[in-house]
């Protein structure tokens, strides 16, 4: 058989790993496609690279394709999430005079306290210089509803800068930061290279966050049912074999050599893991859930995921009435439901839930009988319902 070939675009991070793992383990192959993966720069080469055809696939920040729905991707077209391919994994850091600054006013908190850490960083001077990979993505949601919470507002107590994830450790170092949040292995580059800490784990803030989706055009989507069928199961059978306990060694070898992240496979282990080094002293955490690829229905592209982030950006970018209804039909559950029924995948009875409402996992309704969902909570104890909008 003839194999149907597919150039996807990805961003050089451990939640790329869906992506790589399906070329690397034949998972694509045995689909009937050439998958055909290029390395980009930055996420808004990613994004140009998608919207003008050069790749039909990506892996891709969550809230672009929702961004696109709102039309702040104006004169492009508009993409779709065919599936989440990772919650969480990401990291909040801090440069290294931050880091001090901190030590010598005394601050002591658990690592995953996001309460604390906001206190913490209510103390210093500011406004904070922040960076985040890209200005449309769940790392900047995340560090602004955290920074919402103690008061602080865009502009006079902080600055959001877009820098790429691969040269976080490089502007850490040069002093253009004060403040990161970044997806894994980058965090624990600038660790590593004593030129900053880690503060909090992304989970701390959202413990269910949709960080990285798997992207097309909506227009390629349509045209290519069964090939967009095909490709959502070998990224989805990649998912599932990241689950396992035992997968994280070979997909930190995976991962290392130079045509993917170029980073050590210790390092890259640790990320998968969660064991996270937070200093240059060596200083260790074990973050549970760190990443997570398909456990707990991660993969769903849940309706409810989408009309959040809407909200979000709308208010953000002052888009007029509310952008959540129309958001939530690229978070295509439709698609999903279609692709991966027949091959077992556990299907949830709804496509839209509550966000923020697990303090632990749970039993839901589902196709068939029920299945579990994972915890999913916010650091301040809000609620997002999608039946409830503003």
């Not at 290029?38 to 892996?59: E, N």
């Not at 953000?316 to 129309?326: L, Q």
């Amino acid at each position: 058989m003839k194999r149907i070939p597919i150039d996807a675009g990805f961003i050089p991070l451990v939640d790329a790993a869906p992506l790589i793992v399906a070329y690397e383990m034949g998972f694509a192959g045995e689909e009937g496609i050439d998958l055909r993966l290029r390395k980009a720069p930055s996420w808004s080469t990613l994004r140009d690279m998608l919207v003008f055809g050069q790749i039909q696939a990506a892996h891709m920040l969550s809230p672009l394709p929702v961004a696109s729905a709102l039309g702040l991707l104006r004169g492009l077209p508009r993409l779709n999430a065919l599936m989440v391919t990772s919650l969480n994994g990401t990291v909040i850091g801090l440069s290294s005079d931050v880091a001090e600054t901190l030590k010598q006013a005394g601050f002591g908190f658990d690592f995953t306290d996001a309460v604390a850490a906001g206190e913490a960083i209510k103390s210093l001077p500011r406004p904070l210089r922040i960076g985040v990979p890209f200005l449309m993505s769940m790392h900047t949601e995340l560090v602004t509803l955290w920074l919402a919470s103690l008061g602080m507002t865009e502009t006079t107590d902080y600055s959001i800068h877009a820098i790429p994830p691969q040269i976080m450790a490089q502007a850490v170092g040069n002093d253009e930061l004060d403040l990161f949040c970044v997806g894994e292995p980058w965090g624990s580059v600038v660790v590593d290279n004593a030129q900053g800490a880690l503060l909090l784990p992304g989970s701390a803030i959202w413990s269910a966050a949709p960080e990285k989706v798997l992207a097309t055009s909506q227009d390629w989507a349509d045209e290519n049912p069964e090939t967009t069928n095909r490709l959502m199961r070998a990224v989805w059978r990649a998912s599932k074999w990241l689950s396992k306990p035992d997968s994280a060694t070979m997909t930190a070898e995976i991962l290392r050599q130079s045509q993917y992240l170029n980073v050590s496979a210790e390092i890259l282990d640790r990320s998968l893991k969660g064991r996270l080094t937070i200093n240059a002293q060596g200083d260790t955490r074990t973050v549970p859930n760190f990443i997570e690829f398909h456990n707990d229905a991660a993969t769903f592209p849940w309706k409810s995921q989408a009309a959040w982030i809407g909200e979000r950006l709308a208010e953000r970018y002052h888009v007029d009435g509310n952008g959540a209804p129309g958001t939530q039909t690229v978070f295509r559950s439709d698609l999903y439901r279609q692709a991966l029924g027949p091959i077992g995948a556990n299907l949830p009875a709804a496509s839209l839930k509550v966000e923020g409402a697990l303090n632990a996992p749970s039993e839901v309704e589902a196709i068939d009988g029920s299945m579990i969902l994972g915890a999913n909570h916010f650091f301040d104890g809000s609620i997002y319902d999608p039946d409830q909008e503003k």
